[in-house]
């Protein structure tokens, strides 16, 4: 079930299964690249204003699962319209800004976006545009990103399966007259 905050901005309301904190894993393979399993954390929050605040975080795994070195952050910002377009401005780590616009599909928890405008520093890689997809999936976030250079046209690139991250204060909360060294609740 999706809880919806009651400051939640209320043109936001579609867009309130994507609040919180997840982390899961994924595979990036572009070429060029180094293909990788990538673990990742990202968090939608919000301030009762008209957008949500978004910032992602990957770092490359090893063969057991242990984080080896970052691979890319990102951060920005989604806002939704009453005719169920989403547009998103995002910045990342490797010094590029993009403006992303996209839909969400009726009836169902899923985004699909594609790059509006993108803008880079001399230094950032190649890039020339993407497409990303996510969908919230039997209460998990799932993604996935196309990705296109000059010399590589549209392709995926990275997805990922995202848990949500439940912080025990919210669900112990509702726990009365625990006692106090726990372990009354349990007998």
Not at 92 to 115: F, S
Not at 145 to 154: D, F, I, M, Q
Request: aromatic share 10%; charged share 30%; hydrophobic share 35%.
């Amino acid at each position: 079930m999706i809880e919806i905050p009651s400051d939640l901005h209320p043109d936001l309301v579609p867009l309130a299964f994507l609040l919180g904190n997840w982390e899961g894993a994924g595979v990036s393979d572009f070429p060029g690249g180094e293909k990788c399993n990538f673990g990742q954390e990202v968090t939608f929050t919000h301030d009762g204003r008209d957008f949500l605040e978004y910032t992602s975080r990957t770092w490359v795994l090893d063969d057991e699962g242990k984080k080896v070195k970052p691979l890319e952050t990102e951060s920005g910002y989604w806002r939704i319209d009453k005719d169920r377009k989403v547009d998103v401005v995002m910045i990342r780590d490797g010094g590029v800004a993009e403006v992303w616009a996209g839909e969400m599909a009726e009836g169902k928890p899923q985004i699909d976006l594609a790059t509006d405008a993108v803008a880079r520093t001399a230094a950032s890689e190649p890039y020339t545009g993407g497409k990303r997809l996510y969908g919230y999936v039997k209460s998990d976030l799932m993604w996935v990103g196309e990705k296109a250079t000059p010399e590589v046209p549209l392709r995926p690139y990275m997805s990922a399966h995202l848990k949500k991250v439940v912080d025990p204060s919210e669900w112990a909360k509702d726990i009365k007259d625990l006692p106090d060294d726990g372990i009354a609740f349990f007998r």
